[in-house]
């Protein structure tokens, strides 16, 4: 009964606290808010228009057909003219294109030549995103009579499941739920025993007789409610924004959401129990935050990335939650089918929150 | 009562040091229950360090302590709601009001429903605070500040108040008002250990310990300690109390010169004879005209005594 009591006033003493603090309030709300619009607009897999330069030497009527179909494939955006190879590295080098295309003069010989390539397609090669793109258009099947050029059908016929359209968005946002709610539960709790101590605050506190797992616990309580508001804003913005569906049950997203919560926050509990300043508690939230981004599947495929790198990511909360979000939002998936990316959250926020009440010190030396 | 009978806070041999430096050398402490015992001493003195320990706060490195008849640091739990703790620095929350600062507190000793209200209602008269119950503690005044500091650390009615330089950066009003609180506790039957740099403070403390860089270097009632200081106090006042300053340092049978405005109180051992006479005879010496009389000793006096530097003391 009196443990009860000595949690629930940590509890109300951290909510009195928030609201007191505008700018962390404005920060619950504006975080995700703004992160949504940045990322859900700036992040884009689906590369369009990538500026080109054309040196047309053949200058024949397939060659004007070869350069028709390509500029229909909206990869590339034929802005400008050159005359010679050179002068397209000269333009790649300045970085005024990103594609030059090079139709030798003997291109309707040798497009019937199929030892030899017919063209050539200059990339800036630095980025391996554009050079992918343009990889494609090599596999453009492009025939022709003689006399007339047509683009193949393909040998396979892809059906994307799940996002037909290919949106970046829609894989995007889900993630990104994940994401923002790392930044800021962790950011929380990082600095929260950090900000006691250095108010002085602690000194008083530990020499009272409430628990660290009280003191702990009622920190934790407020903020994920807190992030399930978050949680909200950000899906009803993706839906609103970037027609980003939740086609599995709400429920199962807010049972996964409060698991990952829970196990951020016990995170940021333990980094604040390490970090002497509020300052150190932050460096420490970023060192999580980067893999968190690079790790987890947000950016890169999971599967893909060496076999160390998805040991790392196995271990971030981030990577599990992601796999549910993805699964709940766009596959329709039950938590029930995911348990065990649950299972693996609920045991970090254990081993978390174990750690913090252990490392905490209720003395001064 | 409780075992320990009437003493509140026993402690023998009672060191800290952090790494090289020796925060507190061997510190014996017996602390009467309902009373006000204070420590005297400058910054560093250990004062601090000390207070810390008895709460359990900090571990000793040698020595033991026993409060309200709890071993520390093994049963620290045990004592911690028997004691409040008021910590140099303001500790309570600057973002929560004076009420929800009380209420966080009474909840966190788990003080009874029944009682609660009672009791923050009747801390909220006695420490004037009924009228700014709705205001944010970190927009109150220094001296108030203190009140509510002290309001908070007796809610939950501890035995023992440990006060940690609680008027440090009070004005002397507020420190008058905060002390008559801490008689009113006394006399309630709360045993309170206080820290203080004030003279005056320490004038007002049934019993006091001098401290000085970590050694506890006199204990006793006030007017024990300014019985018993082996010193002559002698005033001097003269025209020109700096150059009758400089005619008495160089004598190595004075202990100490301390100017207080255009007086000089000059200490010289107690086995000397005649110290009046010395004292005349220095100032004649320099040729300048001044009234040399003895006086009984004050607790500043004692502080200096105590406090003098060891090879001073050899030399006198």
């Given at each position: 009964?009196?443990?009860?009591?000595?949690?629930?006033?940590?509890?109300?003493?951290?909510?009195?606290?928030?609201?007191?603090?505008?700018?962390?309030?404005?920060?619950?709300?504006?975080?995700?808010?703004?992160?949504?619009?940045?990322?859900?607009?700036?992040?884009?897999?689906?590369?369009?228009?990538?500026?080109?330069?054309?040196?047309?030497?053949?200058?024949?009527?397939?060659?004007?057909?070869?350069?028709?179909?390509?500029?229909?494939?909206?990869?590339?955006?034929?802005?400008?003219?050159?005359?010679?190879?050179?002068?397209?590295?000269?333009?790649?080098?300045?970085?005024e294109i990103s594609v030059g295309i090079y139709v030798p003069a003997g291109f309707d010989r040798r497009l019937a030549d199929p030892l030899r390539p017919a063209?050539?397609?200059?990339?800036?090669?630095?980025?391996?995103?554009?050079?992918?793109?343009?990889?494609?258009?090599?596999?453009?099947?492009?025939?022709?009579?003689?006399?007339?050029?047509?683009?193949?059908?393909a040998a396979f016929e892809v059906r994307p499941y799940y996002n037909p359209e290919g949106r970046t968005a829609v894989n995007v946002v889900p993630g990104l739920i994940g994401i923002?709610?790392?930044?800021?539960?962790?950011?929380?709790?990082?600095?929260?025993?950090?900000?006691?101590?250095?108010h002085g605050n602690l000194e008083l506190l530990i020499n009272t007789p409430v628990?660290?797992?009280?003191?702990?616990?009622?920190?934790?309580?407020?903020?994920?409610?807190?992030?399930?508001?978050?949680?909200?804003?950000?899906?009803?913005?993706?839906?609103?924004l970037f027609d980003v569906p939740v086609r599995g049950s709400l429920a199962d997203l807010y049972v996964a959401a409060a698991a990952f919560i829970a196990a951020n926050l016990a995170l940021g509990l333990f980094l604040s129990t390490i970090a002497?300043?509020?300052?150190?508690?932050m460096q420490l939230t970023f060192f999580i935050l980067l893999p968190s981004i690079l790790l987890s599947g947000f950016v890169f495929p999971f599967d893909g990335m060496p076999a160390f790198a998805r040991w790392i990511g196995e271990v971030l909360p981030t990577t599990h939650f992601i796999r549910m979000t993805r699964g709940i939002m766009l596959r329709e998936a039950s938590v029930a089918e995911l348990w065990p990316e649950l299972v693996a959250l609920l045991v970090f926020a254990l081993l978390a929150l174990t750690l913090a009440v252990r490392r905490f010190s209720r003395r001064l030396d | 009562m409780t075992a320990g009978g009437d003493t509140a806070i026993r402690a023998r041999g009672l060191t800290k040091r952090f790494g090289e430096l020796t925060a507190v050398d061997a510190l014996d402490l017996d602390v009467p229950r309902a009373r006000i015992y204070g420590f005297l001493g400058p910054n560093g003195s250990g004062k601090s360090t000390t207070i810390r320990m008895l709460c359990g706060l900090l571990t000793p490195t040698a020595g033991e302590a026993r409060v309200l008849g709890i071993d520390l640091p093994a049963d620290a739990r045990e004592l911690k709601p028997r004691i409040g703790y008021m910590t140099q620095r303001f500790s309570l929350y600057a973002e929560l009001s004076v009420l929800e600062n009380l209420e966080f507190i009474a909840d966190v000793y788990a003080v009874a429903r029944r009682t609660r209200q009672a009791r923050i209602d009747e801390l909220l008269e006695r420490y004037a605070f009924t009228d700014r119950r709705r205001q944010?503690?970190?927009?109150l005044s220094g001296g108030q500040r203190q009140r509510l500091a002290l309001a908070c650390a007796v809610l939950h009615k501890p035995e023992l108040l440990l006060l940690d330089e609680p008027t440090s950066a009070v004005d002397p009003k507020s420190r008058r008002d905060f002390w008559a609180d801490l008689f009113e506790l006394a006399n309630a039957g709360t045993t309170i250990l206080v820290s203080t740099h004030y003279m005056d403070e320490a004038e007002r403390c049934h019993r006091l310990?001098?401290?000085?860089?970590?050694?506890k270097v006199a204990d006793g009632t006030p007017a024990e300690l300014q019985r018993s200081t082996g010193m002559h106090v002698i005033e001097v006042l003269a025209d020109d109390a700096v150059a009758a300053q400089h005619a008495l340092v160089g004598d190595a049978r004075i202990a100490s010169v301390t100017q207080l405005g255009v007086r000089l109180r000059v200490l010289l051992p107690e086995a000397l004879d005649a110290p009046v006479a010395l004292v005349e005879q220095r100032l004649g010496d320099a040729g300048i005209d001044a009234e040399v009389r003895p006086v009984t000793p004050s607790l500043e006096d004692v502080f200096v005594a105590v406090t003098l530097p060891q090879s001073d003391r050899i030399a006198a």
């Open positions: 009964m009196n443990a009860l009591i000595r949690l629930l006033a940590v509890m109300r003493k951290e909510f009195l606290q928030l609201r007191r603090d505008r700018i962390t309030f404005g920060m619950i709300v504006g975080i995700p808010v703004i992160q949504i619009l940045l990322f859900g607009y700036a992040i884009n897999f689906d590369v369009r228009n990538l500026e080109a330069a054309v040196a047309d030497q053949a200058n024949s009527h397939l060659s004007r057909q070869y350069l028709d179909a390509l500029a229909q494939t909206q990869v590339v955006r034929i802005a400008h003219r050159a005359d010679t190879p050179e002068a397209l590295e000269d333009m790649l080098r300045r970085g063209a050539h397609l200059l990339v800036d090669g630095a980025d391996p995103t554009i050079l992918g793109i343009v990889n494609r258009l090599r596999a453009m099947p492009f025939a022709t009579d003689g006399t007339t050029a047509t683009i193949l059908p923002i709610l790392t930044l800021t539960m962790m950011l929380f709790t990082a600095v929260a025993i950090v900000r006691e101590r250095e628990s660290t797992t009280q003191l702990m616990v009622g920190k934790i309580v407020p903020y994920i409610l807190i992030g399930l508001v978050q949680l909200a804003l950000i899906v009803a913005v993706g839906k609103l002497a300043s509020q300052f150190q508690a | 944010l503690a970190g927009t310990a001098i401290l000085d860089r970590g050694r």
